[in-house]
């Protein structure tokens, strides 16, 4: 069974710094998608960024980056020029590719906090 | 069209009693999720419906709930004779025939006392 593995429950940053979340996940398949989502104390979970397995280009979106270790299964989530906006719950997700039915599964999540 | 709606955003009721949720999701997507969130935890995922069929449920959906997607359109969870456990809040999301790029709604609360 696939599994996602968030190993810090908490981080803080300082706001115009950058900081780092870090993904683990354990697959046996080659194709599938992984992505991160943020989920403010409103509780909407947002997608902030996602990538496929079979892009060897780390994707981006303006101030979010990931860097995706697909031999390490790692998938980590770097945030440039932090906000307060951005203080929010983070979770990594994945989803089989192909015709799967699509469910993701979750990691437990990383509270990140910005301070002014 | 203004998102995933989830209807009501909080729930308390008292243990033994049934309770019912409804997920209206975007009009153009024909896939729908149920998941549920405990506090401190991520989202785990209850069952999915592609149009009216309910195609997986998770071994987390005890006999106690029920789940539908008359005409593949809105869906309701229903859970039956509520347990303290049940306590959780509970996510719709719906996306398109390619999985990708899932919308969530706001969630319900369910506290049962």
């Known amino acids: 069974a696939q599994t996602v593995t968030q190993s810090q429950p908490e981080m803080s940053v300082q706001e115009a710094e950058t900081v780092t979340l870090s993904c683990t996940y354990d697959t046996s398949e080659s194709d599938y998608y992984l992505f991160w989502y943020k989920q403010p104390p409103s509780r909407q979970m947002i997608l902030v960024i996602r990538?496929?397995?079979?892009?060897?280009q780390n994707a981006t979106e303006n101030r979010f980056s990931v860097n995706f270790q697909k031999a390490a299964k790692s998938f980590s989530l770097k945030i440039s020029d932090s906000q307060l906006g951005d203080a929010a719950m983070y979770f990594c997700a994945y989803r089989r590719g192909g015709g799967s039915q699509g469910n993701l599964i979750f990691g437990k999540g990383t509270k990140l906090s910005v301070k002014p | 069209d203004t998102g995933v709606s989830q209807d009501p955003r909080h729930k308390i009721t008292k243990r033994g009693q049934n309770v019912t949720f409804r997920c209206d999701p975007i009009s153009e997507h024909n896939r729908l999720y149920w998941y549920r969130q405990t506090l401190g935890q991520g989202p785990e995922f209850l069952t999915y419906f592609q149009n009216e069929a309910q195609l997986e449920k998770s071994r987390l959906l005890s006999d106690r709930f029920s789940a539908e997607r008359p005409k593949g359109s809105f869906s309701t969870l229903e859970i039956q004779r509520t347990e303290q456990g049940d306590s959780a809040m509970y996510l719709c999301?719906?996306?398109?025939?390619?999985?990708?790029?899932?919308?969530f709604g706001s969630g319900t609360r369910l506290t049962v006392v």
């Open positions: 990538q496929e397995a079979y892009k060897q």
């Open positions: 999301a719906s996306s398109t025939g390619t999985g990708f790029g899932y919308t």
